[in-house]
């Protein structure tokens, strides 16, 4: 099983940055990808930004040149560095997991969740 565990979120004015980072823990053979989804009030969960084991990267269309996500194989860790934030990136940050168990068993794990709020 595979813990999760945000940091970084909070309040900043529209054009300001903050960087959001993710400890995994537990009991894994790999984590396979990492990335950060979101979910504003009243709208579904949406992908963000994922990486790969391998360090390849994929962004949505609305943060890409905005967003950077880099990864820590090592420490198991993710971060999301993001600049140039507008009002409507503001909602719920939740860190997620692809990992293979022991078993080579697929399975996704989620983070509690940070919230990001950006005032206009």
């Known amino acids: 099983q595979v813990q999760l565990v945000e940091s970084g979120g909070g309040l900043v004015q529209a054009g300001g940055s903050l960087r959001l980072s993710c400890a995994a823990s537990?009991?894994?053979?790999?984590?396979?990808?990492m990335g950060w989804y979101r979910q504003a009030p009243g709208k579904q969960r949406e992908l963000v930004a994922t990486i790969t084991s391998g360090g390849s990267t994929n962004y949505a269309d609305s943060v890409t040149g905005r967003f950077t996500i880099s990864r820590d194989n090592a420490k198991n860790t993710v971060d999301l560095q993001m600049n140039s934030l507008k009002p409507e990136d503001t909602g719920v940050y939740y860190c997620?997991?692809?990992?293979?168990?022991?078993?080579?068993?697929?399975?996704?794990?989620w983070g509690q969740g940070t919230q990001v709020t950006v005032s206009s």
């Open positions: 537990g009991s894994f053979f790999s984590i396979n990808v």
């Open positions: 997620y997991a692809e990992v293979t168990d022991y078993l080579r068993r697929l399975s996704n794990s």
